[in-house]
């Protein structure tokens, strides 16, 4: 069992940056895979990015180059930094996560949510 709380969301610019921040409780939390996913109302959810537990990341098409992953064991904390924003980026973020943490992650299922940070991109 994890428990999983985002931050650092919020309105920026188009080009702007942002970085959010999923805090992570719970016992074992390194041999967890976390991931970041992302939906807009009306669309399905997209899966943005994910890290496993030896540190292997894994960047979605859409956003590469742009956002990148990241985890602190020791402060049992996993980031998404976001640079060059753009509108289409606007979403709910959620960080999710797995257990089961080694291999590729995209492949994984996460079964741990947190409730989601809200990003907005506009001018």
């Known amino acids: 069992q994890v428990d999983l709380v985002e931050s650092g969301g919020g309105w920026v610019q188009p080009g702007g940056s942002l970085r959010l921040s999923c805090a992570a409780s719970g016992r074992d939390l390194d041999y967890y895979a976390f991931a970041w996913f992302r939906r807009v109302p009306g669309k399905e959810r997209e899966w943005v990015s994910c890290i496993n537990n030896v540190g292997m990341t894994v960047v979605a098409d859409s956003v590469k180059g742009r956002f990148s992953i990241s985890r602190d064991d020791a402060k049992n904390m996993v980031y998404l930094q976001m640079h060059s924003l753009k509108p289409e980026d606007t979403a709910v973020y959620y960080c999710?996560?797995?257990?089961?943490?080694?291999?590729?992650?995209?492949?994984?299922?996460?079964?741990?949510w947190g409730r989601g940070t809200q990003v907005n991109v506009s001018l």
């Open positions: 999710a996560a797995n257990r089961m943490g080694s291999g590729a992650c995209p492949n994984l299922g996460y079964p741990y």
